[in-house]
C-alpha cells in the first residue's frame, strides 16, 4: 500500500471524543481539586522528591541577608536531524529491531522481551549509528509498536516521524518554574541554599524523575553551603510530552542559579567573577559527614557532604576563562555603555555528574592478522565516542590505534553496556575497554614470556613487538606474538562497574559571554564566548572541542530564540518546525573560544572524566548576566527574544 | 503528503488556460519552497501543480533605459548576481541578501516570492480551520500572536512575508499580469488585497492569471535606497518588521520619499504618512522619529507583539537616516 493511501484512510476514521478538561500550565493542574490526568493525581509520584543536606532552617535563621526569585524555562526540543524511526522483523519467534536509540541492551531490549513477553534472547536490537542524539531519543515505545505490528502483518514494518510528529510526540526538554531562596552570613557565606522547581511534563511519563533530580543537583552542590535542600515536583498536563534532553534538567536548575547568585553578588558589592571565586565548591567537596557507608559507591550527584571530588579544577576554569575573555579588565558595572548597542560580560558556572553507570562491558579481541576488534555495547551518538574509546583501546595495548577497529550498536555481537547517558560513556565504557585491552596485553606478555622462558621484567612491550634483553638479545613480533595464543585467549571480555568508593566524580566548567544589545530594537547579538572546561585528561582534542561548540551553539538558541509555542487555548503545539523552532544557524555562533584545563583525574581511564552534556549547562545564564550587564535589566525567562527585552526597556531615550 | 497531478506546460497562454479551466483545484508552482510546505502541512491541497519554471521565456533579466524588466521565473540567486544591481538597484541587493537561505534563493523565483502566501501560525497549522481558510474563527486574535500584525490587522492579523515586495514597492514596479485573454500592468502596490477587500487571497490575480515580470524603474540621480530587516536569528527567518526605504535630497530638502514595511501588516505597509511629512522638510532626525510615531499611531497591537512598535519605529528612523542625507 502507498504510504499516501494509508494516511488518507486514516483521515477518514471518525473518532468521537469525550472532553475531558485540560492542563497547559502545571500551577493549574497541581491545584488539589483538579481533574487528575491520571488516576492518582496530576502530582507524579503522589509528592514531590525532596533532598536535604544540614537544615535550610537553620541556615537561613543564622542568615543576615535572604535573597529570593523566581525563574521559568520554555518547552525545548531536541530537533535533530533524524526523527524517530524504528524497523521491526520477525524470524519465527526470533525479533530484529532497527532503532534510533541511545541504550540497546539496557532499554530497547528488555523493554521488547517485556512488552512481547518474549525472553531476551529472542531479541536482537541494533543502532548502527545516530542522526542526532543529543541525550534524546531514549523512549522504547516505537520498537514495541512496530514489533507488534510486524507480528500482525507478518512484513517486516517501518515506522518514522515526519518533522511535526517529532516535535510534537518526540520528547521536549522540561519546562520548568524555580523559586530560590539563599541566605548570606554575617561575613559573606552562603548559609543556606532552598531550590524549589516545579516542572511540566506533558500527559505521560518518560525519564522525569531523572530530569527533576538532576535539576536539583546545583543547587545542592554548586557553591559551599552547609545547608541545602530541593523540593522537585513533577506536573502531568496535556502539552507534549517531555523527558531526555542533554543534561536533563541540570540546565534548568543551573540558569536559576547562576542568575540568582549573580544577582547576590551585586548585591553584596561583589563582582560576580569575585562572588564566585570565594563560593563555588573546592576540591574538598561540601561540608558535613559522609552517609554512606564506606566501601560503598559514592554517589556523582551527591545531597551529603564530607566526599572530596576525585578532581575538581573548577578555580582553574574561572581563572583561565576570565583571563581569555578579558574580564578584569573590560568588565563595567551594568548599563555602563552608552548606547544604542550596548556590551556586556556575563558568566556562569556549571557542574555535572558522570562517573556512575550501569555494568560496563567490553570485548577486545586480537586477530591473526595482527587486527584488533573492540566490541561495545553503547552507541555512538555524535559525540564521537566510538573514536574515543578506540583510542583508549589502543593506548593501553600500547599499539597503533591503526590496527585498531571498533563495533559497536548490536546486541548481538556486543557484550551488554549502559545508556549512552548522563556523560558516562568515556568514565565507564572507557575503563572498561582500557581493562579488556591491558588484560590481552598482560596475556600476552605472559605466553610469550613462558614461550621464550624469559622473566616479564626483561622484556619490553614496543607497539605489540615485545623485546628480550636477557638471556640473550631476541623480538617477538605482534603478529607472532598473537599466534602463540589460542583464540579464546586472543579474546577478553569483561565488565566493571564504573565508580568510586571514595570520590564523587563530577566534571566542571565556567563560561564568558560577551553580547551587545539593540536597546532600539531588542536584538542580541552573542559577539565573543568563552567556554573553560574541566573534563580531566582530554583524550581526542579536536572531538572535544566540538563537543563544546555544540553545547554552545545548541543552548544559544535555548537562551534567545528556541521555544515550541504551545496555543494557550487548546494546548496544541504551533511551530513544529524547523523554520519557527528557532535553532540557531551558523552566522549566530559568535567567535568561541574553548579552553581544557587538561588536568588528569585519578579515577577516570587515563585521567578522563565527563564531556558530554556539561557544555550546555551554563550557556543561557551566562548570555542572560551578560544582557544585564550591558542594558541594567534582568531577564529570569527563557528564551530572552527580542520581544521581551522592548517590552521590558523604559521607553524613555527610545525613538 | 496530500498527493498531485504534476504538468508543464508549453507555454504563457498554455498556463493561462490550462490554470483558468482547472479553477483552484490546481495550482501554479515555481520554486516550491512556499507551496511545497503548505501541501506538506495540509493547508493546501491541490490536485494538480503546474510547473512554471519550465517556460524558459520568464526566466530573464533586462535592462531598457535604465529600467529593470525581471522575468516572474527569474531565481532569487540569479537576480541577485546581476550587476546592475548594486549600482542602482542597491535595495533590491539589500532585500536578497536578508531573504531565507542561499539554497532557498538558488531555486526560490522572483515571482514566486510576492505570491507566497502570508505567515501565521494558526493559518499554516493543519489542525487549525481558520476564517482565512473557510472557518469562522481567528485564533489569532486572543492567541499567540507575537509574530502578527500589527497596522490593518481587525480580521486577520497574518503578515505578508516577503522582502522583495516592499523593496519593489519603495522602487516604484510594477507588475506584468498574463492572463487568457490579456495582459495587464499594474504598479505592484495595488497587486495586493487587504483581508478586508478578499479574506481568502491576498492578490488581485484571477483566475488564470500569472505574474510573468516585474517592471522596476531606473531612479533619478541622487537617489539612496535601503532595506533593513529585523529577525530573530541571522538566517533562514522571516522579518519580524522589515523596512525598504528609497529617497532623494536636492538642495538640501527631502524631494522624493517612499517607505514600506514588512512584517508589520497582512500586506506589504506604505508608510504614507511619514513621506507626506517629510516631503519638502530638512532631512533631521528628529522629524524621522515624528513621521514614524505618526505612522505608527494608526497601530493596533494585540497582546503578544507590542514590541513591533518600537521595532518598526526604530527602522523606519534607520531606515531614513541612511537614506536621507
Redo the contacts between chains.
Keep these: 500500500m502507498r504510504e ?1 493511501v494509508a ?1 488518507a484512510a486514516l483521515d477518514l476514521i471518525q473518532v468521537e471524543y469525550e472532553i475531558l478538561p485540560a492542563f497547559f500550565d502545571p500551577m493549574q493542574a497541581m491545584k488539589p481539586d483538579a481533574f487528575s490526568i491520571h488516576p492518582g493525581g496530576n502530582i507524579a509520584g503522589g509528592k514531590p522528591i525532596v533532598l536535604e543536606r544540614g537544615s535550610v532552617e537553620e541556615g537561613f535563621a543564622q542568615a543576615e541577608r535572604t535573597f529570593e526569585g523566581t525563574y521559568t524555562t520554555q518547552v525545548h526540543c531536541a530537533a535533530g536531524m533524524e526523527p524517530r524511526v524504528a524497523l521491526a522483523q520477525w524470524d519465527g519467534d526470533f525479533l530484529t529491531v532497527w532503532k534510533s536509540s541511545r541504550g540497546i541492551h539496557m532499554l530497547d531490549r528488555p523493554a521488547l522481551a517485556r512488552g512481547l513477553g518474549i525472553p531476551a534472547q529472542q531479541v536482537r536490537v541494533i543502532c548502527p549509528a545516530m542522526g542526532g542524539g543529543f541525550g534524546s531519543k531514549d523512549e522504547t515505545r516505537m520498537g514495541t509498536l512496530t514489533a507488534l505490528l510486524a507480528r500482525k502483518c507478518g512484513k517486516p514494518v517501518r515506522m518514522e516521524y515526519t518533522r ?1 510528529e517529532e516535535f510534537v510526540a518526540g520528547r521536549t526538554r522540561h519546562p520548568s518554574i524555580t523559586h530560590l531562596k539563599v541566605g548570606i552570613g554575617r561575613n559573606g557565606e552562603i548559609t543556606a541554599i532552598h531550590a524549589r522547581t516545579i516542572m511540566s511534563k506533558g500527559a505521560y511519563m518518560s525519564s522525569g524523575s531523572a530530569v527533576i533530580r538532576r535539576c536539583g543537583q546545583g543547587a545542592l552542590y554548586l557553591y559551599q553551603t552547609p545547608n541545602a535542600k530541593f523540593e522537585g515536583t513533577l506536573v502531568y498536563t496535556n502539552v507534549p510530552p517531555a523527558g531526555s534532553y542533554r543534561a536533563l534538567g541540570a540546565p534548568q536548575g543551573q540558569f536559576a542559579l547562576e542568575v540568582h547568585m549573580d544577582k547576590i553578588a551585586e548585591a553584596l558589592g561583589l563582582n560576580p567573577l569575585e562572588f564566585r571565586r570565594r563560593h563555588h565548591v573546592k576540591p574538598e567537596g561540601q561540608p558535613g559527614r559522609r552517609l554512606t557507608p564506606p566501601g560503598e559507591l559514592v554517589s556523582d550527584q551527591p545531597v551529603e557532604g564530607g566526599i572530596p571530588f576525585s578532581s575538581n579544577r573548577l578555580s582553574e576554569c574561572v581563572r583561565l576563562g576570565s583571563r581569555a575573555m578579558g574580564w578584569q579588565r573590560r568588565w563595567r558595572p551594568p548599563n555602563s555603555s552608552p548606547g544604542p548597542k550596548k556590551r556586556g560580560l556575563g558568566m556562569a558556572l556549571g557542574l555535572y555528574r558522570g562517573g556512575l553507570a550501569q555494568k560496563a562491558g567490553a570485548e577486545v579481541e586480537a586477530r591473526l592478522d595482527g587486527s584488533v576488534e573492540i566490541r561495545v555495547g553503547t552507541i555512538d551518538v555524535g559525540e564521537g565516542a566510538f573514536t574515543t574509546l578506540l583510542q583508549i583501546g589502543a593506548e593501553a595495548l600500547e599499539i597503533e590505534p591503526a590496527r585498531v577497529t571498533i563495533l559497536g550498536g548490536d546486541t548481538a555481537t556486543t557484550p551488554e553496556a549502559p545508556v549512552t547517558s548522563g556523560s558516562s560513556t568515556t568514565f565507564s565504557m572507557g575503563t572498561a575497554v582500557q581493562q579488556a585491552a591491558a588484560t590481552l596485553k598482560e596475556r600476552i606478555l605472559d605466553r610469550v614470556c613462558a614461550q621464550l622462558g624469559a622473566d616479564r621484567e626483561n622484556v619490553k612491550w614496543n607497539k605489540g613487538a615485545i623485546q628480550m634483553n636477557r638471556p640473550t638479545k631476541k623480538t617477538v613480533a605482534w603478529k607472532q606474538a598473537l599466534a602463540l595464543l589460542s583464540p579464546e585467549e586472543r579474546r577478553v571480555r569483561l565488565a566493571i562497574q564504573p565508580g568510586s568508593t571514595e570520590f564523587v566524580i563530577n566534571s566542571f566548567a565556567a563560561h564568558f559571554a560577551e553580547v551587545e544589545v ?1 536597546t ?4 542580541v547579538a552573542v559577539v565573543k564566548y568563552v567556554a573553560a572546561h574541566d573534563s580531566g585528561r582530554i583524550v581526542n582534542p579536536a572531538a572535544a572541542q566540538n563537543q563544546v561548540e555544540g553545547g554552545v551553539m545548541q543552548m544559544l538558541g535555548y537562551a ?2 528556541e521555544e515550541l ?1 504551545v ?4 494546548g ?1 503545539p ?2 513544529g518546525n524547523f ?2 523552532h ?1 535553532v ?5 555562533l559568535p567567535p568561541l573560544k574553548t579552553i581544557f584545563v587538561n588536568a588528569p583525574d585519578p579515577a577516570g581511564p587515563f585521567g578522563a572524566k565527563a564531556l558530554g552534556e556539561p557544555p550546555s549547562i551554563p550557556v543561557a545564564p551566562a548570555i542572560s548576566n551578560a544582557i544585564y550587564n550591558a542594558i541594567g535589566i534582568r531577564f529570569q525567562d527563557l528564551p530572552i ?7 521590558q ?1 523604559p521607553l524613555k531615550g ?2 | 503528503m496530500h498527493p498531485f497531478r504534476y504538468a508543464e506546460p508549453e507555454s504563457v497562454a498554455e498556463a493561462c488556460r490550462f490554470l483558468k479551466r482547472q479553477g483552484t483545484s490546481a495550482m501554479p508552482i515555481a520554486g516550491g519552497t512556499d507551496l511545497l510546505s503548505e501541501i506538506k502541512d495540509g493547508v493546501a491541497k491541490p490536485e494538480s501543480v503546474l510547473n512554471l519554471k519550465r517556460l524558459p521565456s520568464l526566466a530573464h533579466i533586462r535592462e531598457q533605459d535604465g529600467a529593470l524588466r525581471i522575468g516572474g521565473m527569474t531565481t532569487l540567486s540569479q537576480l541577485q548576481v546581476y550587476p546592475v544591481l548594486r549600482r542602482n538597484f542597491r535595495i533590491i541587493e539589500e532585500a536578497l541578501s536578508t531573504l531565507a537561505t542561499p539554497q532557498i534563493r538558488a531555486v526560490g523565483t522572483v515571482a514566486g516570492n510576492l505570491c507566497q502566501r502570508p505567515r501565521c501560525l494558526y493559518y499554516r497549522h493543519p489542525l487549525f480551520l481558520c476564517a482565512k481558510k473557510g472557518g469562522t474563527t481567528c485564533f489569532a486574535l486572543d492567541g499567540d500572536s507575537r509574530y502578527h500584525a500589527i497596522l490593518q490587522n481587525d480580521l486577520c492579523p497574518m503578515v505578508h512575508p516577503s522582502d522583495l515586495a516592499p523593496a519593489f514597492i519603495a522602487l516604484e514596479a510594477q507588475v506584468l499580469l498574463a492572463g487568457p485573454e490579456e495582459k495587464r500592468l499594474l504598479p505592484l502596490e495595488e497587486f495586493f488585497l487587504l483581508p478586508g477587500q478578499n479574506l481568502s487571497r491576498e492578490t488581485v490575480l484571477k483566475p488564470g492569471e500569472i505574474l510573468v515580470e516585474v517592471r522596476v524603474p531606473k531612479p533619478k540621480a541622487g537617489t539612496r535606497g535601503t532595506y533593513l530587516k529585523f529577525r530573530e536569528r541571522g538566517a533562514g527567518d522571516f522579518a519580524l518588521v522589515s523596512a525598504a526605504c528609497s529617497g532623494r535630497v536636492l538642495r538640501g530638502t527631502v524631494a522624493e520619499l517612499r517607505l514600506v514595511l514588512g512584517g508589520v501588516a497582512p500586506i506589504p505597509f506604505r508608510a504614507r504618512q511619514a513621506e507626506e511629512m517629510l516631503m519638502g522638510q530638512r532631512p533631521k532626525k528628529e522629524f524621522f522619529a515624528a513621521a514614524a510615531q505618526a505612522v505608527l499611531a494608526a497601530a493596533t497591537p494585540l497582546s503578544g507583539n507590542r514590541y513591533k512598535i518600537e521595532a518598526a519605529r526604530t527602522l523606519m528612523v534607520r531606515a531614513m537616516q541612511a537614506v536621507l542625507k
Design positions: 499516501e494516511e511535526q539593540d532600539e530594537t531588542g536584538k534567545l530564540t509555542l496555543d494557550p487555548k487548546t496544541i504551533l511551530n523554520l519557527e528557532k540557531p544557524v551558523i552566522v549566530d527574544t527580542p520581544g521581551k527585552i522592548l517590552d526597556l527610545r525613538g
